[in-house]
């Protein structure tokens, strides 16, 4: 059950934030050590480690623990796909769960949502071959309809566009995976797929100002 939990948490953040022509990018994207232009930096220290990120100033973030509890605690959960799983999932899983969010200032039909995990078990598996586990990773429900290798802040990055059909409805992911200090690291936006292409830029700019600091 552990593959599902990021998929599960997008759409239950796209419940949350939906009640309240792309080119591919081949250069670099820097990281974003400072807030760029619209972006702010948020920071959170979970257990020994500080996490920073820029996110857009529209985005509320939350992180795992009470901010986690309260978000479940906020939804109706029966009207959310998958919701009989979720409660048991999270409660096994919650240590790989980093940060979670969404663009409260969203007036897009299905506005971004997104979370950001750390998975040790898949960390020694080449990046490159890593699309061959992407059904234990996200689950046999995503379809991953197109995939990139970019450098994005510097690290090597990969990128999927993923599409998952749950009860009937059909949501559009960009979720990237990189490695560092040992660890691979999982960003998954959910949105519809008109918002996902549109955003990826924003996308790309909040995974490169990612940095995980062991405070030890």
Not at 93 to 109: M, N
Not at 193 to 202: D, I
Request: aromatic letters at 8%.
């Amino acid at each position: 059950m552990r593959k599902f939990l990021l998929v599960i948490l997008m759409l239950v953040l796209a419940g949350l934030a939906c009640n309240l022509p792309y080119q591919p990018r081949e250069a670099d994207v820097p990281e974003a050590s400072d807030p760029v232009d619209g972006f702010r930096i948020e920071s959170r220290i979970l257990g020994e480690d500080l996490i920073k990120i820029a996110v857009p100033n529209s985005y509320y973030v939350g992180d795992a623990g009470p901010d986690l509890d309260a978000l479940l605690g906020s939804l109706d959960l029966p009207s959310v796909p998958l919701s009989l799983e979720l409660q048991g999932l999270l409660e096994n899983t919650q240590d790989d769960v980093l940060l979670w969010g969404y663009d409260a200032g969203s007036t897009a039909a299905v506005p971004t949502s997104f979370v950001v995990l750390k998975n040790d078990r898949f960390a020694v598996v080449p990046l490159g071959a890593i699309s061959t586990f992407a059904g234990s990773l996200l689950g046999n429900n995503v379809t991953i309809i197109e995939e990139q290798r970019l450098t994005i802040g510097g690290r090597d990055t990969l990128r999927w566009i993923t599409v998952t059909r749950e009860a009937g409805i059909e949501f559009t992911q960009a979720v990237y995976l990189f490695k560092a200090s040992g660890t691979l690291y999982m960003i998954g936006f959910n949105a519809n797929q008109g918002e996902v292409y549109a955003q990826l830029g924003v996308y790309d700019t909040i995974v490169a100002s990612l940095t995980v600091e062991d405070l030890n």
